[in-house]
T-cell receptor, first 113, second 114 residues
Framework: GESVGLHLPTLSVQEGDNSIINCAYS??????FIWYKQESGKGPQFIID?????DKRQGQRVTVLLNKTVKHLSLQIAATQPGDSAVYFC????????????FGRGTQLTVWP | GAVVSQHPSWVICKSGTSVKIECRSL??????MFWYRQFPKQSLMLMAT?????????EQGVEKDKFLINHASLTLSTLTVTSAHPEDSSFYIC??????????FGQGTRLTVV
């Protein structure tokens, strides 16, 4: 499989602060990246995606940044809320157009009130 | 977004028996579905790609005779864990790919082999 990793396994933030979750990937052929949120006992939930022809994409309260030079992407969550507490995974396609995804290790985000 | 449903949500089975897990795309047709496995506190690991009407493509290291995949229709893929053993206990998750290329995940199936 592909190698996708995360720098921080856990992240604790105060409610209202901004959160930044990082991810490194190793396959230079990857051209599609997704961030997922997974709550305990549930399947992954799509947050935001980005293709390799972009370096930034914004959604509602979330921003994904892609640095292809160093094979790094990050997820920024603005005004983090307790409901954002979950495990966050980055995933990349390894260059495949078939829909296969290879997931990183995951970061546990805990938001304190 | 599109809805993918897995059944059952959880199952407990005796060692040596086989267990079937269903993955359905409820409001779209999926020619391709994917099966993942997730151990506690770990990431999702892609097991296989399920193709409607043809054989599944397994990732390296995944035993195809152990994990039987059938994608008989455009809305249903099944994963059968054969002769289950305690080490097969895990969270199994499927995803289905829409025509637009986006993959939606099911809610997962917790398998416990005793």
């Amino acid at each position: 499989g592909e190698s996708v990793g995360l720098h921080l396994p856990t992240l604790s933030v105060q409610e209202g602060d901004n959160s930044i979750i990082n991810c490194a990937y190793s396959n230079s052929a990857s051209d599609y990246f997704i961030w997922y949120k997974q709550e305990s006992g549930k399947g992954p939930q799509f947050i935001i995606d980005i293709r390799s022809n972009m370096d930034k994409r914004q959604g509602q309260r979330v921003t994904v940044l892609l640095n292809k030079t160093v094979k790094h992407l990050s997820l920024q969550i603005a005004a983090t809320q307790p409901g954002d507490s979950a495990v966050y995974f980055c995933a990349e396609n390894g260059g495949s157009t078939l829909g296969r995804l290879y997931f990183g290790r995951g970061t546990q985000l805990t938001v304190w009130p | 977004g599109a809805v993918v449903s897995q059944h059952p949500s959880w199952v407990i089975c005796k060692s040596g028996t086989s267990v079937k897990i269903e993955c359905r795309s409820l409001d779209f047709q999926a020619t391709t579905m994917f099966w993942y496995r997730q151990f506690p506190k770990q990431s999702l690991m892609l097991m296989a790609t399920s193709n409607e009407g043809s054989k599944a493509t397994y990732e390296q290291g995944v035993e195809k005779d152990k994990f039987l995949i059938n994608h008989a229709s455009l809305t249903l893929s099944t994963l059968t864990v054969t002769s289950a053993h305690p080490e097969d206990s895990s969270f199994y998750i499927c995803s289905a790919k829409t025509g637009g290329g986006e993959a939606f995940f099911g809610q997962g199936t917790r398998l416990t082999v005793v």
